[in-house]
């Protein structure tokens, strides 16, 4: 029997929800599309020169909220977007995405892009603690290889039999993890991209940053109004779109051009 839903917290609502049913779930939750709201055309921004030594593109921190920001912290244009690791049209945004705002217009110092984890599933929990298994500056590569591999991890995922879901899922929290991590071959995924795999379980056993990790998904959730992933908050304000060019576009609006 499970608890009443006052009681419950974030952590036992995410396992509970879905379970290893990612394929549904990879096509549900995701932002309404709408066009770029209209506005007056901001005066170009100059670009920005980073530090000596260093550029935008590679200055990536741990923000207060949760988040990972790469880029010019002080940037007049600030980008946020929430997005789940088993969510396609996330996915989709990451393949048009990524090259071309790290390197157009976050590294011109204009524009600073903050990600935050926006964890719906067991299996996006599983990811979301190895992508943030390594250092901060290895967080978006992670993130955009597990990106690239998400029908792989699904496939993987559903192959799992009933009875081996319910034994990982029946562990204590500290043993969980470690077993969701195997069961979904996302373990394997991270190894063989720079994680070692006693740091992954370690970071997967880590119970304490999974509720926390939940705990951040429904707090900003109810703080920011997220019905659907990816949504984005630019210089402070929910947009409506959900893609690539509409972004594009609106950071060329505000001046990023």
């Keep these: 029997m499970f608890e009443d839903e006052p009681k419950m917290t974030a952590l036992r609502r995410i396992l509970l929800s879905a379970a290893l049913a990612p394929l549904a779930l990879g096509l549900a939750a995701c932002s309404k599309e709408a066009d770029v709201p209209a506005g007056p055309t901001g005066e170009p921004i100059a670009r920005i020169a980073a ?12 923000t207060v909220e949760g988040g990972y920001r790469m880029g010019n912290p002080d940037a007049p244009i600030k980008v946020v977007e929430f997005a789940s690791l088993t969510c396609s049209h996330c996915a989709e945004f990451a393949e048009a995405a990524s ?6 217009y976050v590294a011109s110092g204009r524009v600073s892009y903050e990600l935050r984890n926006f964890v719906r599933d067991a299996i996006d929990l599983t990811a979301t603690q190895l992508t943030q298994c390594g250092t901060p500056e290895t967080f978006f590569a992670l993130t ?5 591999y998400q029908a792989g991890i699904f496939e993987k995922a559903q192959s799992a039999s009933k009875e081996q879901q319910q034994a990982a899922f029946a562990l204590p929290p500290a043993q969980r993890g470690p077993a969701l991590g195997e069961l979904t071959g996302l373990t394997e995924y991270v190894t063989a991209r720079g994680i070692s795999k006693d740091q992954a379980n370690a970071c997967l056993a880590d119970a304490g940053k999974a509720e926390k990790l939940a705990a951040q998904t429904q707090q900003q959730g109810e703080q920011y109004q997220v019905e659907g992933t990816p949504t984005f908050i630019v210089n402070g304000k929910k947009t409506d779109y959900n893609t690539w060019d509409k972004l594009k576009a609106d950071l060329e609006r505000l001046g990023a051009r």
């Excluded at 090259?99 to 157009?104: C, K």
């Excluded at 955009?144 to 690239?148: E, I, L």
Aim: aromatic share 8%; charged share 25%; proline share 4%.
């Design 51 to 62: 530090p000596a030594g260093k550029s935008w593109s590679e200055t990536v921190a741990i």
């Design 99 to 104: 090259a071309e705002l790290r390197d157009n």
């Design 144 to 148: 955009d290889q597990v990106f690239a």
